[in-house]
């Protein structure tokens, strides 16, 4: 099984970070789906995470400007982080599993927020 | 500020043993099993250990994790070059409802 993220790698300030997981060699439609990121010089932190069904989980800081879905359709799933700040500079993951039990993550893209 | 408290560094010498620390609380690693995950430059998190002790397929037997109440070590035995990097605690969260981690440890191989 495979991961991958794509997206953007700058968006301003105030503007809305739209990333997309595409999964290979599973099935979406098994496991939980999870966002992490890294900010720079700072520890994982946990975004949200999604059941193949569409039901979702935030992470309190971030969840009025959160949300996580999910395209079984296409065997992706995405994040959309709404009113961006620099604090959301970060290498943003995607991955498998309901966190913490994450055995399967993406390569991770860098996103610059940035004017 | 992290919920789990990790030391923010550790050190050894090849060949040695090197545990790291994580202190939670009641809420989190007394009630819930612990992971560890293994972050080195430019890669993606490794899981290490879940429920507390077991291993992967594929992560070596020279790492171990253990839990007591609410704090849990990893173990790293036969320390080599490759180790170098950081390492993360994590937990489900009853309170929060969801996962919790660690500042993370930054492993240096003298």
């Known amino acids: 099984v495979q991961l991958r993220e794509s997206g953007p790698g700058l968006v301003k300030p105030s503007e809305t970070l739209s990333l997309t997981c595409t999964v290979s060699g599973d099935s979406i439609g098994t496991y939980y789906w999870t966002w992490m990121r890294q900010p720079p010089g700072k520890g994982l932190e946990w975004i949200g995470h999604i059941s193949h069904s569409g039901s979702t989980n935030y992470n309190p800081s971030l969840k009025n400007r959160l949300i996580i879905s999910v395209d079984t359709s296409r065997n992706q799933f995405s994040l959309n982080l709404h009113s961006l700040i620099a604090a959301d500079t970060a290498v943003y993951y995607c991955?498998?599993?309901?966190?913490?039990?994450?055995?399967?993550w993406g390569q991770g893209i860098t996103v610059n927020v940035s004017s | 500020q992290s919920v789990l408290t990790q030391p923010p560094s550790a050190s050894g010498t090849p060949g040695q043993r090197v545990t790291i620390s994580c202190s939670g609380s009641?809420?989190?690693?007394?009630?819930?099993?612990v992971y560890w995950f293994q972050k080195l430059p430019a890669m993606a998190p490794k899981l290490l250990i879940y429920?507390?002790?077991q291993r992967p397929s594929g992560v070596p037997d020279r790492f171990s994790g253990s839990k007591s109440g609410t704090s849990a070590s990893l173990a790293i035995s036969g320390l080599r070059s490759e180790d170098d990097g950081e390492y993360y605690c994590?937990?489900?969260?009853?309170?929060?409802?969801?996962?919790?981690f660690g500042g993370g440890t930054e492993l240096t191989v003298l």
């Open positions: 991955a498998r599993g309901l966190p913490p039990g994450l055995a399967v």
């Open positions: 429920g507390n002790h």
């Open positions: 009641t809420s989190n690693i007394e009630g819930n099993y």
């Open positions: 994590a937990a489900w969260d009853d309170k929060l409802s969801g996962p919790v």
